[in-house]
Structure formats: structure tokens, C-alpha cells
């Protein structure tokens, strides 16, 4: 019983729970009322909130839209090289993004571009115009992209209180001349030729030839794409040609450098130092200019050589060479196999500079292998592949040679446009098409210049894009020589001999030269030449055409070498057989082909009916230059992703002007 009261003090203890509850109720009200306000602005924020993601969303997928669009922008022919007129300038890039779920709100977003030749960020960084056909005016080294991303649907996106702002700066990689790094650029030393009789003579010497001949390339022992300074250049069994390390470029200043760095922006050439002595180690080092350029100097000689320069402070044209060349190495007398050796200097004095190859060495194998043996011309003696030039390449101005003509005439090179590293050459000692295209020898001075690549030229006088006359040259003799496109009568008739022996109908028409008395060469004879200079015309600009034949003056294309003939039968035989003796023998039995390093094959000049080919147009006093590689044709190259670079604190609202 005791329990029940208690029950009831309690109820009666709650008699004033209604006027509680009641009060109670109304707090609730209150403070549900005044909590309302924080829901209601936290909802919306969130809507804020995830509105304001999808238009950063937005503007982000414009960056990457832009970056897409610039790294598309390229040559067809080479895709990792830009094509300037193919970047989108002027126009905004928009777009509406789905919103992946139906009846949801689509964002856009619109950028634009906008293209410098110095950091955007420095000041005074000017924009680069646009070209009417498209593209910026000159190849960019930047691009400023802006981005803005926005739900609203039409109107001015750019308001910042619609929308969200993004922006960057795309740096473009640059390279040198519009060049692909990877291409082949290769610097070999002289190797014992294969020519028509060394090619027979091959078949009893395969094993001597395995024994004594290497295909060794400059080379730096890695493919880094800016090797560090200081780094070591030996010369190596030349591999594969699209390889950083064995790829170099021979400059217009003379210089030679690593192929990687240059199309990084960040040149290393050859050094040796800054007193040149006999033994001194070649390295790579920064590329210098001003009082220390001469360090990087280096010129491809008359006989073939890359031949240094005194020490001076001066500009190029105050150059004079000194004598010490770059070497191999080591012994000529090798016993086959992979090659490394270190890159020294050789001196004249110790005559490991200026030997030059005896005159119809070229043409007997066996020979060739043993006097180079004793002589080491496989030590100092260079070649390289086309794309490693030009070097000056006729930039030379040339000499006046109108006192002796009677006319308007020049003394230079002529380098063919085609194949920019190469100048008509006559190589005495062929037994049969002796003008050649060879490597530009290069001197300080026109007067230095090898005799065998100096031509004299009529010029056309003023107003006018053509003219006829003799080419002609001073030989090593003193005599004067004309250019003719009819070979002497022996090399005709030995090369009719050779072609029926080989069953070779593809027998080209060599051009030659011949003594002569230019101021007598008239008419239309063999002699006589229409010299082009810029017509106007693409087709025949800058072609020699013989005024005999109506036939142009070509270098060999490489769709002629090979033909099917007994020749190239028995090439393939010998091949075979030397690379199952462990050796390779890369030289054709071929009538377009002057092979004398082992690594590459010079082209013959002949007499071909005339076409738009690049090969029947020389660059000389009347002609167009050839190619360099120079800073003024650098070309932008948007190889692979790139990051874009926070602007900062620039004001979007501005970002128009």
C-alpha cells in the first residue's frame, strides 16, 4: 500500500506540467523559426557550392580542350613539329558540356588563346599578331590560355559573377631550323670505299676488309637530350642513325653541335679547350659566343677534315685556321669489330691534319685498305649525313670574276637545294662520272676555298631571271675548265663498256668538264648553260639547264639507285658475304652512286630531263640559300603534355584586354 501514494505524489507533483509543456512548445516554435534561416542559407550554399564545381569543372575541361587543340596543331609530314598556321588565333574555343542527367542545367565554357614570343608573365611581353591565313604572324614560345566556365546558357560568360576563371601559360618546346632531333645526323670517319672495280675486287678481299674496316660515328654515350658539360665525345661503331648520341648538327658558325641540346634550347658543342695542342680530349661544353666563340669554331677543310682556329675575340670573318684538327684516337690498323675510341687533336706538324687521299685511291679495294692502314686517314678524315649541315654552305659572299669573262660573273659553291649539306665537286681519279655532290668545304676566306667546288657563274643582269654561258673552274693545274654535260669520249666509252658488262640499261648521263677558253664558249654547245635565278616559279627556279640537250643538271634521286641490273645482283651476293664474315659492306656497284666513307653514299650529278625536283636547283650567286641552322628559323614543338603554369593573381575581368 505504501507504494501507491507515492505514485500519486508524483502525479500530483506534475499538476503544473501543462503550463510547462505549453511553454516549452512555444521555445520549440521560437527556436524552430529561427533555425529555419540557417537551413534554408545552408542549402543553398550547398546548391552553390556544387554549381560553382561544375563551372570550375568547365573551365578546367577548356584548358584541356586548348592544350589538345595546340599539341594537334602539327605537320603532317612531322608530327612532332609545329605548323604554326594550324593554332587557333582570334577565335574563342566554346563548347556546351553535357550534364549527364536530364533536365540538369549544361555548363560551357570559352577560351582563349593568345600566343608571345617571351613569358607572358614578364613585362612588356607582347602579344603576337594573327595571320589572315590563320595561326600567330611568327612561331610562338608561348601561349596564354584563359578559361572560363559558366551554367548560364547565353550571354557574356566572362561576367565574374556568372562564372569561374581558369588560366595558364603553355610553354612550347623549341627546336632548331623545324628539325626532328631524331633524325638522322650522323658524323662518320672516313672508311675504305666500294666502288665499280673495289666492288669486284671485294670478292677476294671480304675477310681483309672484315679485318681492317670500322663505320665509326661521334658519338657521347648517351641518349640524354642535354648531356651534361663536360661529357666526353670518342668515336663509337656508328648504330642506329635515330640515336641522340650520334646525332649532331654542323652550324653556319661553324660550330658542332649535339643534336639533342640544340632542340632543347640548350646547345652543347665541341670543345677542346682553350689552348689547342696535340692529345687534347674533345668534350662537349655550352655553345659560346663573343670573345670565346672561336673555342667552337670549326671548319670543314679541302681535305676533309674539321679544322680549328687561332684564339681571338673577333667575329667570324676574322677567323684563321691553326692548324690542329679533330682525331680519332689509336691506330688504323684495326683488328674489326665494335669500335671506341677517345676524340683527340691532331696537328698539321705531325701531319694528323691536311693529308689528303691520293687521287684514284678510291677505285682499287685492296689497295685502299692497306694504304689507309699506314697512312690513317680513318683517324682525321670526316663525312656526314645531309640533315648534320650546312655549315656556311655558300653563305660566303662571293668574289667578282667579271674581268675574266668579259660579264657579270661570280665566284662561289654550288650547293645543291635539294641535299643542303652538298656542292657540286669535280673528284678527279673517277674513271667515269666525276662530278659529284659532296660535303661544302668550308674556309674563312672565298680564296681558301677548295678549288675542286669553285665555280664561276654568269649572273644575270639587272631585271633579269635567266642567263646563258660557261660554268667554269681554275683547277689544282692553273687551267681553266668548263662544266660540260657531255663526258669525255674515254668515259663514255668505258662507262658504255661497264653498263654492258653489268646489263645495266639504266646507265645514267654523266655531266664532266672539260679545258676550254670561257670567253670563246658561245652557242648552244655542251658548254653552254641557261643559269635560273628567281623566276617567279617554283618548277624552275634556280635550275642549270644545257642549252645542248635541253637536260638539267641533277643530282641522282634516291628512286635510281638499285636498278634492277647484273650490278646490283652481284652487290647483294657480296653483301651477303660479308655479313656472314661479321663485316658489312654498304657501298653499291651502282653508276648514280660516288661512295667513299663506308657510312653513306654521295649522289653523282648527271643529266636528267627536268622537273620541280630540289635536285636540279643549286644555290650559288644566282640561286636561293640553302637551309641553316640559325636562331632565326627556331620552331616551336609541342611535343607531348605540357603543364600549364598558374597566372596567378591576374585579374580575370581584364583578361579581354
Not at 608573365?121 to 612561331?139: D, H, Q
Request: aromatic fraction near 6%; hydrophobic fraction near 35%.
Amino acid at each position: 500500500m505504501g507504494r501507491y501514494p507515492s505514485r500519486i505524489r508524483r502525479w500530483a507533483d506534475s499538476r503544473g506540467s501543462m503550463p510547462m509543456a505549453v511553454l516549452l512548445t512555444l521555445a520549440g516554435v521560437s527556436v524552430t523559426a529561427a533555425a529555419a534561416p540557417v537551413v534554408l542559407r545552408q542549402d543553398t550554399e550547398t546548391r552553390q557550392t556544387v554549381s560553382q564545381g561544375r563551372e570550375l569543372d568547365a573551365a578546367q575541361a577548356g584548358l584541356a580542350a586548348a592544350q589538345g587543340r595546340i599539341r594537334a596543331a602539327t605537320r603532317t609530314d612531322r608530327p612532332t613539329v609545329l605548323d604554326r598556321t594550324r593554332l587557333l588565333c582570334g577565335s574563342p574555343l566554346t563548347a556546351t558540356l553535357d550534364p549527364g542527367v536530364a533536365g540538369a542545367v549544361a555548363a560551357r565554357y570559352h577560351v582563349e588563346i593568345e600566343y608571345f614570343g617571351t613569358d607572358p608573365l614578364t613585362s612588356g611581353a607582347a602579344r603576337i599578331a594573327c595571320a589572315a591565313g590563320g595561326g600567330p604572324v611568327t612561331a610562338p614560345s608561348y601561349a596564354r590560355i584563359r578559361s572560363w566556365g559558366a551554367l548560364v546558357g547565353t550571354g557574356d560568360i566572362k561576367t565574374p559573377a556568372v562564372s569561374r576563371y581558369l588560366g595558364g601559360t603553355y610553354a612550347f618546346d623549341t627546336v632548331r631550323g623545324g628539325f626532328d632531333a631524331t633524325l638522322p645526323r650522323q658524323i662518320a670517319l672516313y672508311s675504305p670505299p666500294q666502288t665499280v672495280l673495289g666492288t669486284l675486287a671485294s670478292l677476294a678481299s671480304p675477310i681483309l676488309g672484315a679485318f681492317m674496316r670500322q663505320r665509326l660515328c661521334l658519338d657521347i654515350g648517351t641518349d640524354a637530350r642535354v648531356p651534361a658539360a663536360g661529357t666526353p665525345v670518342r668515336a663509337r661503331t656508328c648504330g642506329p642513325s635515330d640515336r641522340l648520341r650520334q646525332n649532331f648538327l654542323y652550324r653556319s658558325d661553324m660550330s658542332i653541335v649535339h643534336a639533342g641540346s640544340y632542340g632543347a634550347d640548350k646547345p652543347m658543342c665541341l670543345d677542346a679547350g682553350a689552348v689547342h695542342a696535340a692529345g687534347v680530349t674533345v668534350t662537349l661544353q655550352p655553345c659560346a659566343t663573343g670573345a670565346d666563340g672561336w673555342r667552337h669554331r670549326w671548319y670543314y677543310n679541302a681535305t676533309n677534315n674539321f679544322e680549328g682556329v687561332r684564339p681571338h675575340a673577333g667575329a667570324r670573318a676574322e677567323d684563321q685556321l691553326d692548324g690542329f684538327c679533330l682525331n680519332r684516337g689509336g691506330s688504323a690498323f684495326t683488328l674489326g669489330g665494335a669500335g671506341d675510341y677517345p676524340l683527340i687533336l691532331g696537328s698539321r706538324a705531325a701531319r694528323d691534319c691536311g693529308k689528303e687521299i691520293p687521287v684514284g685511291l678510291m677505285t682499287i679495294d685492296v689497295l685502299s685498305d692497306l694504304v689507309n692502314a699506314f697512312e690513317g686517314y680513318s683517324l682525321q678524315v670526316f663525312s656526314y649525313l645531309d640533315d648534320v649541315g650546312p655549315g656556311l654552305a655558300d653563305e660566303l659572299p662571293p668574289a667578282d670574276c667579271a674581268a675574266e669573262l668579259g660579264r657579270p660573273c661570280r665566284i662561289s659553291q654550288l650547293a645543291n637545294v635539294g641535299l643542303r649539306s652538298m656542292c657540286l665537286e669535280y673528284r678527279e681519279g673517277e674513271m667515269y662520272g666525276p662530278m659529284a655532290t659532296k660535303e661544302c668545304a668550308e674556309a674563312p676566306a672565298t680564296a681558301e676555298r677548295d678549288v675542286e667546288q669553285t665555280w664561276r657563274v654568269p649572273m644575270p643582269a639587272a631585271g633579269q631571271t635567266s642567263v646563258t654561258g660557261p660554268i667554269y673552274q681554275v683547277g689544282a693545274d692553273g687551267k681553266t675548265y668548263c662544266l660540260s654535260s657531255s663526258e669525255g669520249s674515254f668515259s663514255q666509252v668505258f662507262g658504255l663498256v661497264i653498263a654492258l658488262a653489268t646489263i645495266n640499261p639504266y646507265w645514267p648521263d654523266f655531266a664532266g668538264r672539260v679545258a676550254c677558253s670561257p670567253k670563246t664558249v658561245t652557242g648552244s654547245g655542251p658548254q653552254v648553260w641557261r643559269i635560273r635565278a628567281e623566276t617567279g616559279d617554283p618548277a624552275n627556279r634556280y635550275r642549270i639547264e644545257s642549252l645542248s640537250t635541253g637536260r638539267c643538271l641533277s643530282v641522282g634521286e634516291e628512286s635510281d639507285i638499285g636498278q634492277p641490273s647484273l650490278a646490283s645482283l652481284l652487290n647483294s651476293l657480296v653483301k651477303t658475304i660479308t655479313s656472314l664474315l661479321g663485316n658489312e659492306m654498304v657501298v653499291p656497284l651502282d653508276p648514280f652512286v660516288y661512295e667513299w666513307t663506308g657510312t653513306h653514299n654521295s649522289l653523282k650529278v648527271v643529266m636528267k630531263p627536268c622537273t620541280s625536283s630540289d635536285r636540279q636547283k643549286w644555290a650559288g650567286p644566282a640561286g636561293g640559300p640553302t637551309p641553316t641552322y640559325t636562331a632565326s628559323t627556331d620552331t616551336p614543338e609541342p611535343t607531348g603534355p605540357r603543364p600549364l603554369r598558374d597566372i596567378g593573381g591576374e585579374d580575370p575581368a581584364g583578361a579581354a584586354g
